[in-house]
């Protein structure tokens, strides 16, 4: 079973925050050896001050721990993967229409641009477009089977 986009920005954050905190350990253990730090500054608190106001000032945290923004990547670059997939015919995205209060299924070959977050789809019977935003994405199918899930 494939982890959802969700599930691997989360662990992808969860495996950035453990390095960070080994690295921080680590340089923490060195400086205790310095004799004039330990003798002055050596106080945990100082240490904690020091390397947060690091990552904030970096952006680190702002962009590692955003628990939505990985996810707005992540869809965005499927939907480019499947508009430009020379098999487009084969995948079926499924997305949540707020008016139907239903999810529905639309073949990829239906999507006609994409603008801004949102997907212009087109029938063929029909003129009319319909505009999908791209957070309402709930799955991407290939062949009938998950090809990626939200």
């Known amino acids: 079973m494939a982890l ?8 992808s954050s969860l495996y950035s925050a453990v390095s960070i905190i080994f690295i921080w ?3 923490w253990e060195g400086i205790y050896q310095i004799p004039i730090v330990s003798k002055y500054i050596a106080d945990p ?11 904030t000032l970096s952006g680190v945290i702002f962009k590692e721990f955003d628990p939505l923004g990985g996810v707005d990547k992540a869809i965005n670059k499927i939907i480019h993967f499947v508009h430009n997939h020379p098999h487009k015919k084969d995948f079926t995205f499924l ?4 008016g ?6 639309i073949p990829a070959e239906q999507l006609k641009t994409i603008e801004r977050g949102t997907l212009v789809v087109q029938q063929a019977h029909q003129k009319e ?3 999908i935003p791209a957070h309402r994405l709930r799955e991407v199918l290939y062949k ?6 939200l």
């Open 45 to 55: 608190f100082v240490f904690l001050f020091l390397g947060l106001t690091m990552l």
């Open 4 to 11: 959802r986009e969700q599930d691997k920005h989360f662990l």
């Open 144 to 149: 009938g089977k998950p090809y990626w899930r």
């Open 129 to 131: 477009e319909t505009f």
């Open 95 to 98: 997305y949540y229409d707020k």
């Open 25 to 27: 350990k680590g340089l």
């Open 100 to 105: 139907k209060k239903k999810e529905l299924l």
